[in-house]
Every structure is written in structure tokens, then in C-alpha cells.
């Protein structure tokens, strides 16, 4: 028997799980809002899980362990990380129950129509459920794509909020109807606010960050991230409406050669000045630094972040420099 | 008169430069430093600079730079970013506009490609002490030596792993069990430094490296830069107080005449 709030180790077709009744809910979003997300880390590491793995796996670890209601998680096998696979291991031993659900590596068409489909019969649900679904997010998410047309067309938006709005895509907040409450407020005090004046444009790409306070320490310096790579990318800014072809245009899962594809075309349309890459701490995609480092045409500061935190005073240096040198 | 005051993690450097370019050099103990001569006024540190510095010096322009400044801004003091102030610095003392810069300080290393006397790129340790002054005088100090002694040897080195300050210690002694003598042991340890290093060196690479900070003082790490990456290394006379003198140039520059 599922229970109704559905666990989600990062993006998956969440229209198939509106579509069954059940509620979303990106676990990455709840462990590092919550009140003291440090503490979640200790208490995965206390479990056993080792110091040098990534933070935000032992921080899902513990927040589906404390929140009781989630006995259901869909983890994603491929297309995200390998250290999900040890994550639902632990988890299922904790009781859970685990929906594995994989992006094909290649983005073939057929492999993920079939990976939908699997997770439909998992759930109940048909194609018809599941674009009825679809239809009511796209309304949302056509709300946030114009949020963040706002951030770099009409320089109306910071950072923060750009991503704020964008990365909760994944789930909608569990509450599509309050989420675009909230979105619609934005948009309407927006018509008030006059242009951003920072002076310097930044693209942010690589995983969501794990400190809070990056978009605000940087715009009091003047420089402002007008393009947040992988929160956009959980806004489906695409425009057909076939779900599948959606999720195989989405960039996340499938490789830096594909992403490098979109990171190109907006660096370019926003004019961006330079490209900070955030990589998690013992995640692969440290690695695939070197590939953005020599495709991209544009200064590139790799930052890397561990525990949630603040900004360190060493990143905040290399921060200043790196915004120094653009100046 | 410009004063420039560089907030190490080791050491306060505080660089005096006059109308002529004359350069005069102080160096305190950053705990010291902080403890006895600085209080803390609307979150910001107060350092009565006239009691540290000779009687006659009247500073126009103060700007500081360092790792302190993350922390605490000094009083009256502009700031600017680390390694800006460096490299600022190292073209000041060289004279050059294109070059690799190495900064290796108390407790991080910094590498910065200059073009044309601006920064273009740049690239800074991970969170680790493991190519700093700090490793080097932990290493001296299993193999009972002086720094100055430390900093001889670059022949026969003895294969340290180049990954951790701490593990590094244990890993020395071994060696010291195993009977290398003591030439090859410093060797082995101002290596470590190198290959640390390395990886940054190349992607940042120029034909000439102007090597800075406290750790540029080690003669056998200039040799092993120049023979192993085939460049030429310039070493300026002070190399502690490039940030310094980089804050005292900024100084001139940002003064109304």
C-alpha cells in the first residue's frame, strides 16, 4: 500500500504521481529547509554513512527516517547518482518502499516511455490521468519560465528568488494550487519593482547549492546570477506537450555533453560575463569540471561545497576575486 | 605615505610605501596582532596602526587585504580580495604583465594567470593545508631541523603521498625507520609541495612564474618549479609581503592625486 506523500531523490515525472492522488515531495528541498539540516547530515553519519559521501544523500537519509509519513520513495537509478542506489538500499532496510526509476543514459525515447510507463502501473494511473496532470503543472510552470524571463530580459529578479521559484518545480511544494498562489504574488509585486542595477552577469551551473546565502553575497558585491542551470531545468522549459519527449529534452540526468548544449545557447542569450560551476563535495561531477572547463568559452570559478552552511571565508575570497576579475 | 596590511593566517604584514616607491616592511604575529592590538568597534576591527608603526608614520590611505578580512574589515580600511592584492604585488616588484603567479602562504596556495597585468584566471588549494607553510613546518619539525635546513634539498627525493598535512607526519616517520638520510627525506617533503601544486601549474601555465609568500623563501621548491616545469622563476626580495605592497599600490592607485 503506498502512502500519500511520495518520497523524490531529485526530478522525476511528479505528473504521475499528482496523477494517482499522491503528494511529491522532493526530499532534497525538505532536509535542507528545514531547521537544522547539519544536524540531519550528523545523524546519517551517526547511522554509519561515511564522512566523505555526499551531504545531501545522508541529509535525504535522515529526513525520510524522521518524517514518518513518507514510506514510499521514488529513487532515480540513473541519471543521478550512484550513491541513490546505497540510499534506498539503507532506506529499505529501514522499511521503506523503493520505485526505482532510471533515465536512459542515451535518451532513447523507447527505454523512457518505458520507464514512465512502469511507474504509472506502479501507481494506477493512465495516459489520460497523466496529462490531465500535465496540463495543470504546465500552468504553473509557465508562470515560473516568465519568472525567470523577468531575471534576465527585464532584470526585475535576483538570484535567490530565481532559484527559489524554480527549483521548487520538482514537486510544486506537494501543493500545486498554493505553490502558484505564491508564484502569482510574486509575479504581481514584481510590477512594482523597478531594474536591478548589479553590474556583473552570472550563470550558476551544476547542482543547486548547498549554502544559502551565494545569491545574496554576491549581489551585494554587484553581480547577479541571471541563469540557474539546473533549477531551470526543473521548470520542463520546453514546449511540446508530449510528456515523454519532455523529460528526454530535460538536460539534468543525461550527461555534460548534453547539458553543455543548453548551458551554451543561455550563457550566450543572457549574456553572461562568467560561469560559476558548483560541484557537492565526493560527487563524480567534480570530475566533469574539466570537460565545462574547456568547452566553455567564458571565466569559470568552481566552487565546491560539503555541509550546509554558510558561505566559508575562503569561497567568500575566491568569490571577491573571481568578481574582481570580471569587473 | 600608503600602508598596505595583509591579514595572514600566520602573520600580519603591513607594507609602508612613500612618495618615491620607498618600501618599508613590518611583520606581527597575527594572534598577538588581534589580541593586543585590535578591539572590536561596530563590528569592525580598530587597530591603532601610529602605535605599531614607527613614531613618524602618518599613513594617507589605508587597504588591507587576507583571510582576515572575511572575517573582520579593519577600521578605516578599504579592502580588496586576496589574491587581487597579489598579484598586484608581484607586478609591482617584477615589472612584468604576463605571468604565472604562486602564492604560497601560511595555510593555502594560490595560482594566477596574468595577461597583459590584468587577471584573467585563477585557482586556489582545496580545503586542505597539505602545500602550505604550515605542512613545512610541521615536516621540519618530525625531522628536527630548520625551515632554512628543510629548504636545501631536492636531490633523491624519498616518495611521500602528496594528499594530507596530518597523514603526511606518520608517513615521514616511516621513512625515517627505513634509514633515508636526511637530504633525502627534506626532498622528498618540499616534492609533496610540487605535486600538490602541479595540476594547477599546468593549467595555469606561463613561461615565467613569479613565486610568492612566506613558502617561496624554500630555494629546493624554486629549483624542482624551474626543472621540472621548464620555466623560469622569479622570487622577489620580500616574496611574504607581495599582498602588502599589492595593497599600498592599490592605494596609490585609488589616492585623489
Redesign the interface.
Known amino acids: 500500500m503506498k502512502s500519500r506523500r511520495v518520497g523524490i531523490t531529485t526530478t522525476v515525472p511528479v505528473e504521475v504521481i499528482y496523477a494517482a492522488g499522491c503528494i511529491p515531495v522532493d526530499l532534497n528541498n525538505i532536509f535542507i529547509t528545514g531547521p537544522n539540516p547539519g544536524e540531519l547530515v550528523e545523524e546519517a553519519e551517526l547511522a554509519g554513512y561515511p564522512r566523505n559521501v555526499c551531504a545531501w544523500i545522508k541529509g535525504i537519509y535522515s529526513t525520510v527516517l524522521r518524517q514518518g509519513d513518507i514510506r514510499t520513495l521514488v529513487a532515480v537509478t540513473q541519471g543521478d547518482c550512484s550513491n541513490t542506489h546505497a540510499l534506498m538500499e539503507t532506506l529499505e532496510l529501514a522499511g521503506v518502499e523503493v520505485i526505482p526509476f532510471a533515465y536512459p543514459f542515451d535518451r532513447d525515447r523507447d527505454l523512457l516511455t518505458l520507464q514512465i510507463e512502469k511507474l504509472m502501473d506502479r501507481f494506477g494511473v493512465d495516459w489520460a490521468a497523466v496529462n490531465r496532470a500535465r496540463e495543470r503543472l504546465d500552468r504553473i510552470r509557465r508562470k515560473v519560465w516568465e519568472i525567470d524571463r523577468l531575471t534576465w530580459q527585464e532584470n526585475l529578479v535576483g538570484g535567490w528568488d530565481n532559484h527559489l521559484y524554480q527549483v521548487n518545480c520538482s514537486d510544486f511544494k506537494g501543493d500545486p494550487d498554493a505553490f502558484e498562489r505564491e508564484v502569482d504574488e510574486f509575479l504581481h509585486r514584481l510590477k512594482e519593482a523597478g531594474p536591478r542595477r548589479e553590474e556583473i552577469r552570472l550563470a550558476y551551473i551544476g547542482v543547486p547549492p548547498i549554502m544559502d546565502d551565494l545569491y545574496d553575497y554576491l549581489e551585494e558585491r554587484g553581480a547577479r546570477v541571471v541563469y540557474n542551470e539546473t533549477q531551470r531545468q526543473f521548470t520542463l522549459p520546453f514546449a511540446t506537450e508530449d510528456l515523454v519527449e519532455r523529460y528526454r529534452l530535460y538536460s539534468y540526468p543525461y550527461g555534460i555533453f548534453y547539458r553543455l548544449e543548453d548551458i551554451t545557447r543561455e550563457v550566450k542569450k543572457r549574456n553572461v560575463q562568467g560561469v560559476i560551476h558548483y560541484a557537492q563535495s565526493f560527487c563524480f561531477r567534480q570530475i566533469e569540471d574539466l570537460i565545462v ?1 574547456q568547452k566553455l568559452n567564458l ?1 569559470i570559478l568552481t566552487l ?1 561545497g ?1 555541509k550546509p552552511n554558510r558561505l566559508d ?2 569561497t ?3 568569490l ?3 568578481i ?2 570580471l569587473r | 605615505m600608503y600602508c598596505g596590511v595583509d591579514l595572514g593566517s600566520r602573520n600580519v604584514k603591513i607594507a609602508l610605501m612613500d612618495s618615491r616607491e620607498e618600501l618599508k616592511f613590518f611583520k606581527f604575529d597575527t594572534i598577538t596582532f588581534y589580541r593586543e592590538h585590535g578591539r572590536l568597534e561596530d563590528g569592525q576591527l580598530a587597530v591603532d596602526l601610529s602605535a605599531l608603526l614607527p613614531p613618524s608614520t602618518r599613513p594617507r590611505v589605508v587597504v588591507s587585504t587576507g ?1 582576515g578580512r ?2 573582520v574589515a579593519l577600521k578605516g580600511a578599504r579592502t ?5 592584492a597579489h598579484v598586484l604585488g608581484a607586478i609591482h616588484f617584477t615589472g612584468l604583465s604576463d605571468f604565472t603567479l604562486l602564492d604560497l602562504g601560511g595555510q ?1 596556495s594560490k595560482v594566477a594567470l596574468v595577461r597583459g597585468g590584468r ?4 585557482q ?1 588549494n ?2 586542505c593545508a597539505a602545500s602550505t607553510g604550515r605542512y613545512l613546518e610541521n615536516m621540519a619539525a618530525v625531522l628536527n631541523i630548520t625551515l632554512d635546513e628543510l629548504s636545501r634539498y631536492y636531490e633523491n627525493p624519498v616518495d611521500l603521498s602528496s594528499t594530507c598535512a596530518i597523514f603526511g607526519e606518520t608517513e615521514l616517520i616511516g621513512k625515517v625507520v627505513e634509514g633515508h638520510p636526511i637530504s633525502s627525506l627534506a626532498a622528498g617533503v618540499n616534492y609533496t609541495i610540487f605535486k600538490r601544486i602541479r595540476p594547477m601549474l599546468q ?1 595555469l601555465y606561463s613561461e615565467i612564474l613569479v613565486f610568492t609568500g612566506g613558502v617561496a623563501r624554500n630555494t629546493a621548491l624554486r629549483k624542482i618549479l624551474a626543472r621540472e616545469l621548464g620555466v623560469q622563476v622569479m622570487v622577489p626580495e620580500n616574496p611574504q609581503y607581495t599582498g602588502a605592497v599589492g595593497c599600498c599600490v592599490e592605494a596609490r592607485l585609488r589616492s585623489p592625486d
Request: proline fraction near 6%.
Open positions: 572547463r571565466p565546491e560539503d571565508a575562503r567568500r575570497m575566491r571577491d576575486s573571481f574582481e576579475m | 583571510y572575511q572575517t580588496i580580495p586576496e589574491i587581487k593555502d587577471l584573467v584566471d585563477f586556489t582545496d580545503k593549467r
